[in-house]
């Protein structure tokens, strides 16, 4: 049996991937995806910890959250599709209007 | 009616209030008898109830009514409540009496003034002021008449507020005054202190019980009556407070008169005569009462022999004068001071208004230079300025001879007397007969050199339209009153006759009752009449020395004065410039203090170092915030990094101390 | 008649009004200005009943109105309302001075709804604190009134406006804030069941609530400091010129006649009965201030060249006396306080309302701009004149009573300090008559001077009141000190049982 700090040390690796992504990264698409990679990343550890603890709620949370990260894939792909129409960049730091 | 004296109050203040709220429609005539006719009352009924105090047992001539609780706070109480006593029924009749004659000659002398209505209305209001300051029975309510004919004065010597002097010297005045009053108003937290009332019997109780006989070195009570006396100074310009009075005389000639000369200068003295109970028993303060008093008495006498303008001599002659009544009271002789205090208050009103009548003569011209033989116009004027000349010079008979007399021999004889304090007394005896005479023969007599003033020169647009090349003689309401005090110039003194004439001093007699706290030493030794006569005889000498010297001076041989002051000429000019007192001030005290204020305290330290500070606080708050600003980059991957950071040392600091 | 709610009444009349005059059209200049004015006057209408109802013999608050107001977690706020002899003149003066000042507003054009809907909240927002029993209730109309103050300054006021507006907020609030924070501390060690003054004072003084003396040296310095700012006691008082010079007239008058009035009724309020003991300890600092205020601010006022900035000079000198009084512990001299603040009110109020009416002539209010008024207007002059006396405190005018009394206390409890203020005397009349004299005599200066308007009907109105008053509380004090007596010897009381050695509070705590 895998012990549980692995899946939380994969989980941890995941995590600064991906955050290491949106903060070094510039591209909107890979930045999402970076995000997506935390949030799973998180799901991962929240699904360990569940399984460690026999307990359901680590789950269900999991369940909830791939449908928010579902429902933010639609927004947030529209948004950056939009975005590369209107601005012909997917830079993010070209994209400063709101700036100050 | 004794018991109800206090109405008398009322008639000047509502002779004030009607002339002051609606004067502006009312025509001058009627202007003139609400005012006079609002005088003559109170002295009507000041009149009575003296009658009435003098027929009553001596030990009862003490009347107090109280009308209303004015403050009170704890122990601290002040009536409203007024006395009536011998000492107070003299300054009454004074005042209502001079106050009233010099009302009556106020509408000659004002005739065709614009404000004409205003200035019977502060006449009246000071009228009332000085009433409230000699019938008061507490220490406040005489303060409030203190600040009130001080305010009076203010008004009146502004009455030409058109002219910048007017405006200087009004201002002059109220500082000055308010510096004695500084010393006045501790002087009665003091009071309060030590003696738990303000009330003047009250006080006076106490201070007797506690103090039998005369205190031992400079104590509590010689620290309240220096502090009383320091305000007496501004009030009755002693030095070094005096300089305001020749300033004063930039007010009408009537009121110059009234208030710097018969009645409100003479508060000072009235006041240190109501306090004889705590005076008499502070010999240290005594002796600077009575040196201070010599002193100013001497120097006015010397800047008098100076001064050009006619009302000018006659406003250094009056601090002269106080400084004999200060004289008086310091050497113990208060009945001596009050008594001199009512013959100046004849004769120096009479000197003023006949100076008045000659100013309006000359169409407001003051320069006694631009005067002489003006007797051959003025022959009227000229006889009472004469018969007010020779009493203040001190001619024997005159009511001058005998209160200026009892002082010296007060001076000679009295347990706090020195015979020094008396020998500066004669010699200012000597130099007033001199420039009173010297005033006398440049107005009067002599060469004619006749200048009519130009009625832009001291007043601003003035009605007098007599616009001929010779001098006249005033109206009747301008005679009359000069007639009654020349009178009482020469009859006055008949109150107070010395020991070698009369077997009892009327005015000492009546006084006594009021003076019953007061604590009297032992004399040492008894001195004789002959010598009193011959001290008497000994000052009237000098007196008519000066006269001579001045005849000499100015009719026999009129080159003198130039040849003598071209002599001494450092001295000369030292009296002409009045010692630089006014310019000292104003270098010692009014220049730095101004700079101080406007250069160090307000510019450097309320803008810089407040202002800096507190705009600076502003300024260091700003500045960071432009630093931490550049954290806020816009950036969500800065953001995303912070929070990383932030997140891991959080993480971090769990971690460690969990373990 | 109103018996138990008049004091509500008198602070619900002008939130009555200014929710009235919202709902009024904003072109009708005069109606708006009748709905305030009607207001304010019902306000002070219902203040005399406070006065006629007053009771002088006892200590106690009175119209007292104590109702549940919100609780959350064991706290309970209360809407609690009452008077005692120190509030009630304060009261009254506040509702005296509203509709003068609503009357001298004519000049306003710009937003006038906006400017006479936040006069009236100002005026609920003073009258709150001045009766105000709740802590959490005073509190909060402490800073109700900073906001309406904020815009009359920063919307109505002069060209340096923001910059004055904002100096004083941050002054004021930054005293809020320390107050605030001693409010919570306090209440830390509260144990009566509510947050009311009264009771808390009580508690303190028979050993109920026991405050360590570090924690209280803090708390009563945290109060005094705000109270401080507000007064404006030296070296806080920078913001006060420039608040005054900016402000609009009714701005400035409120300002010095009531809004400086809550420093001084807080240290009389909470510094004094709440910390005896640190009030005692503080004292001789705190006089020092007080005196160093009294003369300074005269000698800065001495050679101010603005008219408005003078007489805010001259305010820090007057409120240094007030508080050198409210130090001195004794009946006379915080008698002497109070009464001080009513007549400051009453004096540097009309001074500021003088100075509205000339500005709103000539548009400037430098001295040196101006030179023989008193020919040109007459009975201007003589207003200034009367107002300048009861200021520079004439005996027979308001100004003589509070000083005298104040001073004569002083020198009871430290003569020297007595000596020290007592300078202020002469140099009040130094400054104020100088001025006088540059402003109205001499020779008219100026063509411009020479066109003026002599004051009308309206402009005496607003002035008279004032005058009758000062001559009134000048000779009949008795009348206005007698109300005070009880609830002042009970402050000197508080004090001097802190002043009494241990032995007494030991006995105290036995029982």
Redesign the interface.
């Known amino acids: 049996m895998v012990p549980t700090s692995h899946y939380l040390i994969l989980g941890a690796i995941l995590f600064a991937i991906g ?1 290491f992504g ?3 990264r510039r591209n909107a698409i890979t ?1 999402f995806m970076c995000v997506e990679i935390m949030l799973n990343a998180v799901n991962l550890t929240l699904v360990a910890y569940s399984r460690s603890f026999n307990q359901v709620d680590g789950q269900i949370f999991v369940i909830f959250v791939m449908v928010v990260a579902a429902a933010e894939a639609a927004v947030g792909l529209a948004l950056i599709v939009l975005l590369n129409k209107r601005r012909g960049t997917l830079d ?2 070209q994209i ?1 209007t ?3 | 009616m004794l018991e109800s004296f206090w109405i008398l109050l009322l008639f000047p203040l509502a002779g004030a209030a009607v002339n002051g709220l609606c004067g502006k429609r009312l025509p001058h005539k009627l202007i003139g008898l609400i005012a006079c006719g609002a005088v003559l009352a109170s002295f009507l009924v000041a009149a009575l109830a003296f009658v009435e105090l003098t027929g009553r047992a001596a030990d009862d001539r003490l009347v107090t009514v109280s009308l209303f609780t004015w403050i009170e706070a704890g122990e601290f109480v002040s009536r409203a409540a007024f006395l009536f006593d011998p000492l107070s029924a003299v300054m009454i009749l004074i005042v209502t009496g001079v106050g009233f004659l010099i009302h009556v000659y106020s509408i000659g002398y004002m005739h065709g003034e614009d404000g004409y209505y205003r200035y019977f209305s502060y006449l009246n209001l000071f009228i009332f002021m000085m009433s409230l300051l000699v019938l008061g029975d507490n220490f406040l309510v005489m303060f409030v008449g203190w600040e009130g004919v001080g305010l009076c004065s203010y008004l009146l010597i502004g009455y030409y507020f058109k002219e910048r002097f007017a405006g200087d010297a009004a201002k002059k005045a109220f500082v000055v005054n308010r510096v004695g009053d500084f010393a006045f108003l501790l002087g009665l937290f003091l009071i309060f202190r030590e003696f738990g009332s303000i009330t003047y019997l009250d006080a006076f109780q106490s201070v007797q019980s506690s103090y039998p006989g005369m205190e031992t070195g400079f104590g509590i009570l010689s620290l309240i009556t220096l502090l009383l006396f320091i305000g007496a100074t501004g009030k009755s310009a002693q030095t070094p407070l005096y300089v305001w009075l020749p300033d004063a005389m930039a007010g009408p000639t009537p009121v110059s008169a009234l208030i710097h000369a018969a009645t409100m200068v003479t508060a000072g003295v009235y006041m240190i005569a109501r306090c004889s109970p705590l005076y008499s028993r502070a010999p240290e303060t005594l002796l600077i009462v009575a040196v201070v008093g010599a002193a100013t008495a001497l120097l006015a006498a010397l800047i008098a022999i100076g001064q050009r303008d006619i009302k000018k001599v006659l406003a250094y002659s009056t601090v002269s004068q106080l400084g004999y009544m200060f004289v008086a009271c310091g050497v113990g002789a208060y009945a001596a001071g009050i008594f001199h205090l009512m013959t100046h208050a004849f004769f120096k009103a009479l000197l003023f208004l006949g100076s008045g009548s000659v100013i309006l003569a000359m169409h407001h011209q003051q320069n006694i230079f631009k005067m002489g033989g003006l007797k051959k116009y003025l022959p009227y004027t000229w006889g009472v300025m004469l018969v007010a000349t020779l009493a203040i010079a001190g001619v024997p008979g005159l009511s001058g001879f005998f209160s200026k007399d009892e002082i010296l021999w007060q001076a000679f004889s009295s347990p706090q007397g020195h015979p020094l304090i008396w020998a500066l007394g004669v010699a200012v005896a000597g130099l007033t007969a001199f420039y009173m005479f010297r005033m006398l023969f440049l107005t009067f007599h002599g060469q004619e050199r006749i200048e009519m003033g130009h009625h832009d020169d001291s007043h601003g647009e003035d009605d007098h339209s007599h616009h001929d090349a010779k001098p006249q003689e005033p109206g009747w309401s301008v005679r009359g009153p000069l007639g009654v005090l020349a009178v009482l110039s020469v009859l006055g003194g008949l109150v107070g006759l010395p020991a070698w004439l009369a077997s009892t001093n009327q005015l000492h007699h009546f006084l006594e009752p009021s003076f019953h706290y007061q604590f009297v030493p032992e004399a040492h030794g008894e001195h004789s009449h002959a010598l009193e006569m011959g001290l008497a005889g000994v000052t009237t000498l000098i007196g008519l020395m000066g006269i001579f010297v001045a005849y000499t001076a100015y009719l026999r041989r009129p080159h003198l004065p130039e040849q003598v002051s071209q002599r001494l000429s450092g001295l000369y000019r030292l009296i002409r410039q009045k010692f630089l007192v006014d310019e000292a001030y104003d270098a010692v005290i009014i220049r730095p203090t101004h700079w101080l204020s406007k250069n160090v305290l307000w510019k450097v330290f309320d803008d810089g170092v407040i202002d800096g500070a507190v705009n600076g606080t502003a300024t260091v708050v700003q500045i960071w915030a432009q630093q931490l600003r550049k954290i806020q980059n816009g950036y969500v991957r800065s953001y995303a990094t912070w929070i990383l950071l932030g997140t891991a040392l959080l993480f971090a600091y769990f971690s460690y101390f969990a373990a | 008649m109103f018996d138990g709610y008049l004091l509500s009444l008198i602070l619900a009349l002008p939130a009555l009004g200014a929710a009235v005059l919202a709902f009024l059209p904003a072109e009708n200049r005069s109606l708006l200005r009748n709905v305030a004015l009607a207001a304010c006057l019902a306000a002070f209408a219902a203040s005399l009943l406070l006065w006629t109802g007053f009771d002088p013999s006892t200590s106690n608050m009175q119209f007292v109105e104590d109702h549940a107001w919100f609780e959350l977690g064991g706290f309970q706020a209360r809407y609690a309302l009452g008077i005692d002899g120190i509030s009630l003149f304060l009261v009254l003066l506040t509702t005296l001075i509203m509709p003068l000042c609503i009357l001298a507003s004519t000049h306003i054009k710009k937003h006038l709804k906006a400017y006479l809907c936040s006069m009236l909240a100002l005026q609920v927002g003073m009258m709150g604190v001045f009766i105000a029993l709740d802590l959490v209730l005073f509190y909060l109309f402490w800073e109700v009134m900073l906001i309406p103050m904020y815009m009359l300054i920063g919307v109505w006021g002069g060209q340096r406006r923001i910059y004055a507006a904002i100096k004083f907020f941050l002054y004021t609030a930054a005293g809020s804030l320390l107050m605030l924070a001693a409010l919570i501390t306090l209440y830390q060690y509260n144990v009566t069941p509510n947050f009311n003054i009264v009771e808390i004072t009580g508690a303190l003084s028979d050993g109920r609530i026991s405050i360590p003396e570090g924690t209280a040296y803090w708390l009563f310095l945290a109060f005094f400091l705000a109270f401080a700012i507000k007064v404006p006691l030296f070296p806080f008082h920078t913001w006060l010129p420039d608040a005054h010079v900016e402000a609009p007239t009714a701005g400035s008058v409120i300002l010095a006649g009531v809004l400086l009035k809550m420093g001084t009724y807080g240290l009389l309020r909470f510094c004094l009965p709440l910390f005896p003991e640190i009030a005692l300890q503080m004292e001789p600092t705190i006089s020092c201030l007080a005196i160093i205020a009294i003369i300074y601010g005269a000698l800065v006022a001495m050679v101010q060249p603005d008219v408005k900035k003078l007489v805010a000079y001259s305010s820090v000198s007057h409120m240094g006396l007030i508080v050198l009084g409210i130090f001195a512990f004794n009946l006379q001299a915080l008698e002497g306080a109070t009464f001080q603040m009513l007549n400051h009110g009453i004096s540097t109020g009309g001074l500021f309302l003088l100075v509205g009416m000339i500005y709103d002539r000539r548009h400037t209010r430098l001295i040196e701009d101006f030179g023989g008024l008193a020919q040109v207007m007459p009975r201007y002059a003589v207003f200034f004149m009367i107002i300048t006396l009861s200021s520079i405190g004439l005996p027979g005018l308001n100004g003589f009573v509070g000083e005298y009394l104040t001073l004569q206390g002083t020198f009871l409890a430290n003569p020297v300090y007595a000596a020290f203020a007592a300078t202020g005397v002469i140099l009040s009349a130094v400054y104020m008559l100088w001025m006088y004299q540059r402003v109205f005599l001499g020779k008219i200066t100026g063509e411009a001077n020479r066109q003026l308007a002599d004051l009308n009907l309206r402009e005496m109105a607003v002035l008279m009141p004032l005058v009758l008053l000062a001559l009134w509380m000048g000779v009949q004090s008795s009348q206005f000190l007698r109300p005070m007596d009880a609830s002042i010897q009970k402050v000197v009381d508080r004090i001097e049982q802190a002043r009494e050695p241990q032995s007494f509070r030991v006995e105290n705590l036995g029982r």
Do not use: A, E, L, T
């Open positions: 955050s949106v903060i070094f930045m993010v730091d400063d709101m700036r100050w």
